[in-house]
Every structure is written in C-alpha cells, then in structure tokens.
C-alpha cells in the first residue's frame, strides 16, 4: 500500500506563474513532511520541510501547507522559474526526522516560457 | 562540505556476481541511510544506522543484501548473488540526529 500518494505524475506550469504540487497521505503516525527536488542522474536535493505543529512554512518562492485533517500537503512555487523544471517528490516520516523517508513517487513538473 | 560520496557512479554485471556499493556520509552526521529507486516501486528505503548501529532493515528486500557500517564514515551495501531485477538506482543518505537528510548522486546498477 502507498502511504505516501502524489497522484499528479506531471504538471506542466508557465513561467512566472505559481506552481502547486500535491500530496496525500494515510499514516497518522507521520509527524514531518519534506519535499525534494530531483534532477535526472542526480540524488535528490531537500527543498523544505514541515514539522506536524505547524500548518505553513515558507523560505523564499517555496512554501509548504499542511492540512493534517485531511492528510494533505501541498508545495507551492511562486513565481516559478524555468530552472524549476524537476521531479519533486513529497517524503514523510514517523519520528521527526531521525527515521528512514517514506516518498511518494514523484511529480515531473515542467515550467514553460 | 564535499556531501554524500558514492561508488561506483555505475556499475555493470552478470546475473550471479556479488556487487557492492559504497557511500561516504558527510563529516559529522550520524545517521545513514540507504535508498532504491526504480520504476515500479519509487524510491524505498532499505536499512538505516544511527551511529553505526542498524536500526531498521525490514526494507532489504532479501537475504542476499546486505549492509555494514564499521565506521562512522564507511557504509557498504552488497548484494550476493545478483539478479536482473536488482537493477536500480541505489542512493545513500545521512543527516545530523533528526536533521534533514542529504542525498548521495546515487550509484545506477544494472544486473544483465
């Protein structure tokens, strides 16, 4: 079973426009939640993260929202740059960090000019 | 800090060989942790140490993989014998305590 679900494989997004990526989750015991870029033939690069305590967290056009009632979060990118064009992937874990990542399998977001 | 360190980049072998990969965490972390990506399944985790001690492997997959962390700059993962659906891009992760983890380039097995 899939406890980590980003149900969009790809999104295609205009230059300067927000982007929003989705994720869901089934685990309650998921207590941080982290979004990762990934370039091809290269390992993935920690974007931001989110503890269960908050609901937002923001650094610089990235920001993260979670909705623990319904077991969602999402990734916005605003404005979005051709140089965000990667696979991201939303991971969570039980322990706050200190555990092993459960990832989705990722969205290919792609920024057009 | 010159990151996570992986080897080899790729690896290319008959079904039967034992393979082993290799990760170099960074300086200083004391957690690490190894991954497999492939199509099918995504990125899975397969084991992680918290200094130098595994902690859970419920995710190796099979007997014939294996892992070791005789220091807290060295860790192996070695698969005996090999099989064609073991390819995949294997990474390697560390962080400090409950801090962020950082991924490795990652090593891409192919097992013909």
């Known amino acids: 079973d899939q406890q980590v679900k980003q149900n969009s494989p790809s999104l295609s997004v205009q230059e300067g426009r927000i982007s929003i990526l989705n994720c869901d989750y089934t685990n309650s015991m998921f207590d941080y939640f982290l979004w990762y870029k990934k370039y091809p033939a290269e390992g993935p690069t920690f974007l931001i993260s989110?503890?269960?305590?908050?609901d937002k967290n923001e650094d610089g056009r990235f920001t993260v929202f979670l909705n623990k009632s319904a077991k969602h979060l999402s990734l916005h990118i605003v404005p979005s740059q051709p140089g965000d064009s990667a696979v991201y992937f939303c991971a969570a874990s039980p322990g706050g960090g200190a555990d092993g990542l459960t990832f989705g399998k990722g969205t290919h977001l792609i920024i057009q000019p | 800090d010159a990151g996570v360190i992986q080897s080899p980049r790729h690896e290319v072998t008959e079904m039967g060989q034992e393979v082993t990969l290799r990760c170099k965490p960074i300086s200083g972390h004391n957690s690490l942790f190894w991954y497999r990506q492939t199509m099918m399944r995504g990125l899975e985790l397969l084991i992680y140490?918290?200094?130098?001690?595994?902690?859970?492997d419920s995710g190796m997959p099979e007997d014939r993989f294996s892992a070791k962390m005789p220091n807290a700059s060295f860790s192996t993962l070695k698969i005996q014998p090999s099989e064609p659906r073991d390819s995949a891009v294997y990474f390697c992760a560390s962080s400090r305590s409950a801090d962020t983890q950082y991924f490795g380039p990652g090593t891409r097995l192919t097992v013909l």
């Open positions: 989110i503890s269960s305590i908050k």
């Open positions: 140490f918290n200094n130098n001690v595994p902690i859970d």
